[in-house]
């Protein structure tokens, strides 16, 4: 991290219980925003980063929320979310820059992505040499998964794509048509989030081999329309050769995957950042 930052962020603490247990690994710098003079809370991120290393990776987390609610914070003083992500990977050597973004109907989709580009671009602009993977939940998974597969919705908000190195959707919605299709409730989630035209949005119309590595994650006992979409999704994937891993917690709920960060429960945070260190690897 530059200097000048690192000094600034120096005085950033924070009160949780979290806190209080990683304080001699993590350093945390809360509330930081991501774009220059901005007065909206939810265009701010938290940064965690692993005390004592000169150079490490970088997690850029997007929460999810239907695209319409929710926030970095949610709940944060009665179950932890969404620090616990930072703080569990952070002691793992990853920084994790855990982001707001404008919600829907407030904004567009396509604000609200933007707004996700623009806290990635702080992340490069603030961390140096950063090597970053790009993970998020549910909607959250899907922004995640739809940068992946539609990397130039990135590069013309000016984000520097050759410095991801990964992504790492965690229970994503991939097609929002099947999601819509799937309740009552969801079609009009999905109308009032994308409109008509749920294809250009849905990361399955864009699938292809010419993709980063992936790791897509989902509960053994996830949401039934995701248990019905994600597995043929990621066999799909695997058949056009793409480069992608495969993780199905057996037991673990929809809400499970980012409840148990950094709890003995935790079956995804290992794996997240397994992940993240072998994508990063100057090898790779």
């Given at each position: 991290m530059r200097a000048a930052l690192a000094l600034a962020l120096l005085a950033g603490c924070t009160g949780t219980m979290e806190a209080f247990f990683a304080q001699d690994v993590v350093d945390e710098h809360l509330d930081e925003p991501y774009i220059p003079g901005t007065s909206d809370p939810r265009q701010h991120l938290d940064l965690f980063v692993p005390r004592g290393l000169a150079s490490y990776p970088v997690v850029v987390f997007i929460h999810g929320g239907s695209w319409l609610h929710q926030s970095k914070d949610y709940f944060q003083p009665v179950v932890g979310l969404y620090r616990n992500v930072g703080i569990a990977l952070a002691r793992r050597g990853i920084a994790t820059a855990v982001i707001d973004y404008r919600l829907v109907p407030a904004v567009t989709f396509a604000q609200q992505f933007d707004d996700v580009a623009r806290a990635i671009r702080w992340v490069e602009e603030h961390v140096q040499d950063a090597r970053i993977v790009i993970a998020g939940h549910s909607a959250g998974g899907h922004i995640a998964a739809l940068a992946a597969f539609d990397e130039v919705r990135l590069a013309v908000t000016g984000v520097d794509t050759s410095a991801i190195a990964g992504y790492a959707p965690l229970s994503p919605i991939l097609d929002l048509q099947q999601m819509a299709d799937s309740s009552t409730d969801n079609a009009a989630i999905a109308t009032q989030v994308f409109g008509a035209d749920l294809a250009f949005d849905s990361p399955s119309t864009h699938f292809s081999a010419a993709v980063k590595p992936l790791l897509i994650a989902l509960g053994g006992n996830d949401v039934p329309f995701l248990l019905d979409q994600v597995p043929p999704a990621v066999q799909q994937l695997q058949m056009l050769g793409a480069p992608?891993?495969?993780?199905?917690?057996?037991?673990?709920?929809?809400?499970?995957?980012?409840?148990?960060?950094?709890?003995?429960?935790?079956?995804?945070?290992?794996?997240?950042?397994?992940?993240?260190?072998?994508?990063?690897?100057?090898?790779?």
């Amino acid at each position: 991290m530059r200097a000048a930052l690192a000094l600034a962020l120096l005085a950033g603490c924070t009160g949780t219980m979290e806190a209080f247990f990683a304080q001699d690994v993590v350093d945390e710098h809360l509330d930081e925003p991501y774009i220059p003079g901005t007065s909206d809370p939810r265009q701010h991120l938290d940064l965690f980063v692993p005390r004592g290393l000169a150079s490490y990776p970088v997690v850029v987390f997007i929460h999810g929320g239907s695209w319409l609610h929710q926030s970095k914070d949610y709940f944060q003083p009665v179950v932890g979310l969404y620090r616990n992500v930072g703080i569990a990977l952070a002691r793992r050597g990853i920084a994790t820059a855990v982001i707001d973004y404008r919600l829907v109907p407030a904004v567009t989709f396509a604000q609200q992505f933007d707004d996700v580009a623009r806290a990635i671009r702080w992340v490069e602009e603030h961390v140096q040499d950063a090597r970053i993977v790009i993970a998020g939940h549910s909607a959250g998974g899907h922004i995640a998964a739809l940068a992946a597969f539609d990397e130039v919705r990135l590069a013309v908000t000016g984000v520097d794509t050759s410095a991801i190195a990964g992504y790492a959707p965690l229970s994503p919605i991939l097609d929002l048509q099947q999601m819509a299709d799937s309740s009552t409730d969801n079609a009009a989630i999905a109308t009032q989030v994308f409109g008509a035209d749920l294809a250009f949005d849905s990361p399955s119309t864009h699938f292809s081999a010419a993709v980063k590595p992936l790791l897509i994650a989902l509960g053994g006992n996830d949401v039934p329309f995701l248990l019905d979409q994600v597995p043929p999704a990621v066999q799909q994937l695997q058949m056009l050769g793409a480069p992608v891993t495969f993780d199905q917690v057996p037991g673990r709920t929809h809400d499970d995957l980012v409840l148990q960060f950094d709890t003995d429960d935790d079956a995804v945070g290992p794996a997240l950042a397994a992940f993240v260190l072998a994508v990063t690897s100057s090898g790779s």
